[in-house]
Structures are given as C-alpha cells and as structure tokens.
C-alpha cells in the first residue's frame, strides 16, 4: 500500500463542495484583490489566534519580513533565534537587514532553549524569534520575560502551529497571543492550508498592526499616498475564500493528527531505537509533523520510499552551516543538539485522512526495519 507524506488531493475532496462554492462567489465579483473575504479571514484568525488584530499578508516568509521590517532594523542589529527551523525565519532576518544570531535547542521538544536565549541577549539584540517547531509552542512564559526584561520585540513564528495552545501561569494561551507579532503561513502543507501561498500577522498591538497593514500596501493607508516604501504581499480574495471555507475543520483535522501521532507513539514509545517526539506537558500540540529520532536515519528513509511510504528530514543541515551564512562564523560543534537533530530526525505521514491501514503500512514498516 502506497502511503504519501501528505495527501492533499483527500483533503480537496471532503471539502470540495464548500471550496468551490467559496472560489466562484469571488470570480463572479472580479474581487480579486482585497476583497471581503480577506477581512473576514483576518477577523476569523484574530479570533482563533486570541489576538486583537490580524493582518493577511502573501506568506508565511512575508509575514515573518513584515515583522521585522517594523523593527527598523540597523546595520549590525541581531535577532535571537533557532537554527532548527525552516530557512524563511533566518532568511527575513537576513533580508529585513539584521544579523541573525543562533542559539541552541532542547534535545526533547526541538524548540530555543530559553537559557540559551537568555545568555545571547547583547546591547545590539532587537529581537528573538521563537519557533513553534513542528506544531507545538517554545517556552513562551520563559521567553516573554526575556524580551520584557531587555526591551525587545518576542516574533512568534507559528507557521506550523496555528491554533496550538500552551499554558501558561495556569491559562491556555494559543500561538501568535503572547508575543509582539506571530506570524502564519497557509503554504499548501500547514495545518490549514491555501490553493497556493499565503500567511498572516496577528497582534495586540494597535498602532503596530497599523504598521503591518500599510507595509503590505506598498507603505501607505491612502492609496497613491505613501508614508514610507513598503512592499506588495496582499493575501488574494481567492485565497482567503479557500481558507475561510477550510477553517471550521482546522479544528477536527488537527485533532486528527494528535489521534495519529498517539498511535504512532503507542507503537513505538516501547522501541530501543525509535524515540518518539516528546510534547512538552504544557502544550497541546497540533502536529503539522509527526517526527521521529532514530540510528541509520538514511537507510530508514530509503527502505520506507522503497515500500511507497513519504516521508522527509525537517532538516538535513542546521540554518548555522548553510553556506549562505558562512560568514557569520558558525562551524560544526558550534550548536551540537541541533546536529544531532539533524543527523536523526524524519517525519512520517501523520495528515489528517491517513487511514488506519495506511498507518499501520508506516509502523509495520519501521519497525520492520528495526527488529
Ligand atoms: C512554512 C514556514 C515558513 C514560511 O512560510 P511560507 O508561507 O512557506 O513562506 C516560515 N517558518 C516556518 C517554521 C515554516 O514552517
């Protein structure tokens, strides 16, 4: 039995009827940019998010752009993040004109080591981006006082955990809530998912989501007018009908994954070489990847592609040892539990409509593999 990473083409058609109904109101308007459906997404994700503002943007990359192209950057100012993350966190700071500055991770949920975090804090740092790896939230109620306590901005970068929850001091609170900005991404293989790219920024702060929305408008409120150069990343009306059409099953789908990823768990939790990921008690996690920690990584991927099982390496070379950021003076050694991350992760098909006998296809084959 064929077991895809990911099978979109499942997920079109449970919500088939709804999507296209939601696509032809938009093409029988021409609205194409900056319709309604636009605001009412934006509407519909502050409310999801606990966020008092929500402001779409082009992607996910933009998003994370945006934020930090609100930070009026310097020369030589440094943003505090994660090396094991998707390139898009580090390449915005890149281009928002700042210095990215990696600080290690925690070996057990992927996400910034706090302490770390802490001990990178310099008079030149602007801000930390706090990664939601994988779909579960960082430490944010050892983050949010980092950035308190310094004066600067905590971006949260859920591109793979919207709508995940953690508790902090006794409250649920859900990813993009307690930072400065948190940014989304409706890249086809999120949680919830465009026909194509998309993202959003969600925050408390009025006057800064003032900002955001100006800055994805080519910098003005008036059109023909502008008050500083910004850029063009409007969400399109088609995309934001897709999305608010896919957003009342978010919920379901994401539960769906947790039921998956306890199975998978299940299975191998009692394995001497399969070390399942381990969710932080604090979190509920939304699972956008299933990933596993296990010996001769490689040769597992080769005998799942082999018996037509997807599966990927989120990911292969730290963003520290990329050659694009040579000249920052990282080596190898310099963030072991990240490396060791590297060398041994992959993720399995953990989608929604994963069937049960699909996902025992996965398990029999890994464990196949490890006798
Ligand atoms: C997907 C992703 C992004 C970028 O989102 P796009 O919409 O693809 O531009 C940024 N950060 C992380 C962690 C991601 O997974």
């Not at 997920?11 to 032809?24: I, K, N, T």
């Not at 390139?87 to 706090?114: K, M, R, S, Y």
């Not at 008036?222 to 850029?231: A, I, P, S």
């Not at 306890?262 to 969710?279: I, K, L, M």
Request: hydrophobic share 45%; proline share 6%.
């Amino acid at each position: 039995m064929n077991v895809p990473l990911l099978d979109l083409v499942a997920q079109y058609r449970s919500v088939e009827g709804e999507v296209l109904a939601a696509v032809m109101r938009v093409i029988e308007r021409q609205a194409f940019i900056m319709g309604a459906e636009v605001t009412e997404l934006e509407a519909a994700v502050a409310r999801l998010s606990h966020a008092a503002h929500a402001i779409a943007c082009a992607s996910g990359t933009d998003a994370l752009l945006l934020a930090l192209r609100a930070l009026d950057l310097k020369p030589g100012d440094e943003i505090i993040t994660t090396p094991f993350t998707f390139f898009a966190t580090a390449g915005a700071i890149h281009n928002a004109g700042g210095t990215p500055v990696f600080v290690d991770i925690e070996a057990d949920t992927f996400n910034l080591d706090p302490a770390a975090v802490a001990a990178a804090v310099t008079p030149r740092t602007r801000a930390i981006i706090a990664v939601h790896l994988f779909g579960q939230m960082a430490a944010m109620e050892a983050l949010v006082p980092i950035a308190e306590r310094h004066g600067i901005a905590l971006i949260e970068d859920a591109a793979q955990a919207i709508g995940a929850r953690r508790k902090v001091d006794g409250a649920w609170r859900v990813a993009g809530e307690l930072g400065t900005v948190g940014t989304l991404s409706f890249f086809p293989s999120k949680n919830l998912g465009a026909f194509g790219d998309g993202g959003m920024m969600v925050t408390q702060d009025a006057s800064l989501a003032g900002r955001l929305g100006r800055l994805r408008l080519h910098g003005g409120s008036r059109q023909y007018y502008h008050d500083e150069v910004g850029f063009n990343s409007r969400l399109d009306t088609l995309q934001a009908a897709v999305l608010l059409a896919k957003l009342p099953h978010l919920a379901g789908w994401s539960a769906a994954r947790a039921r998956h990823a306890a199975r998978y768990t299940e299975a191998f939790v009692a394995h001497p070489a399969v070390c399942p990921p381990r969710t932080d008690p604090a979190n509920e996690h939304i699972y956008n990847q299933y990933t596993i920690r296990v010996p001769r990584r490689d040769e597992l991927q080769a005998h799942l592609r082999a018996k037509g099982i997807g599966s990927s390496i989120y990911y292969p070379l730290p963003l520290h040892l990329q050659p694009c950021f040579a000249h920052l003076g990282y080596a190898a050694g310099s963030f072991p539990v990240s490396e060791t991350a590297s060398a041994q992760v992959i993720s399995l098909p953990v989608f929604p409509e994963l069937t049960e006998p699909q996902q025992q296809t996965v398990i029999d084959a890994v464990l196949e593999f490890y006798p």
